[in-house]
């Protein structure tokens, strides 16, 4: 109990010190994440339309994917990029392995499902006027598209909020993918397996209190955005 105590306190004071390698490391993660989780919100938003509002072969197959990919290991991920981005692998010539990329393009790959497949449950969750009276007022495609997204804004950052929660706090990939590189590849969950494989208890309580912290307003937002969502005008 001394020992939780004494490295609780050393926390609080390494957090409101301004320790610099404890901010740093909060800076890689912080700046990994949301690049991936900005690089993914098009991509997915796009398959997502097309998914509710498409009509084509293998559609039903493709929801059934996203739904099976929302439950795949990070480690998974990470194992699958590492084959492909290692030396041997059909990309290892772009030497991304342990690197931020490598770290981004498997964080990208983990929030893909959540936000395809909240996002496609918001769009058929709608009401289709929303398309259909945009495109007879004469609104092009993607004014109309933009139109519906509008409509499903709360579902939509929703998804936002709960595909970053997912991604800044993942160790597997990111330990494979980044290697746990000291001032360049060390993110928050990362640091905290080194540091408590270390009997380092206090680095990582500090660590772990920043990921409970952005938890804590990650969920406080989402609360308020669905309490929002449910008023109606």
Not at 31 to 40: D, E, G
Not at 79 to 87: A, D, H, V
């Amino acid at each position: 109990m001394d020992v939780l105590v004494a490295s609780t306190a050393e926390a609080f004071r390494l957090l409101f010190s301004g320790n610099s390698e404890i901010w740093e490391i909060v800076g890689i993660s912080f700046r990994v994440s949301t690049l991936a989780i900005l690089a993914a919100v098009p991509p997915a938003l796009i398959i997502a339309f097309c998914l509710a509002y498409g009509q084509f072969i293998g559609r039903r197959f493709l929801i059934s994917l996203f739904n099976t990919f929302l439950s795949i290991p990070a480690v998974v991920i990470g194992l699958t990029l590492f084959i492909i981005l290692s030396r041997q692998g059909p990309l290892g010539d772009f030497k991304l392995l342990f690197t931020q990329t490598a770290m981004g393009l498997g964080q990208f790959l983990l929030c893909m499902p959540i936000l395809v497949c909240m996002a496609h449950v918001s769009l058929q969750a709608t009401d289709r006027a929303a398309w259909e009276t945009a495109r007879t007022l004469g609104a092009n495609r993607v004014q109309a598209f933009f139109t519906v997204l509008y409509e499903i804004r709360f579902g939509l950052l929703a998804a936002l909020l709960a595909g970053y929660g997912r991604i800044i706090s993942e160790v597997g990939a990111s330990m494979m993918l980044g290697g746990n590189i000291a001032h360049y590849t060390r993110n928050i969950p990362t640091a905290i397996a080194l540091e408590t494989s270390k009997g380092a208890f206090a680095e990582g309580i500090a660590l772990g209190m920043v990921l409970l912290f952005l938890a804590f307003l990650l969920n406080a937002l989402l609360q308020y955005v669905q309490g929002k969502g449910s008023i109606n005008p």
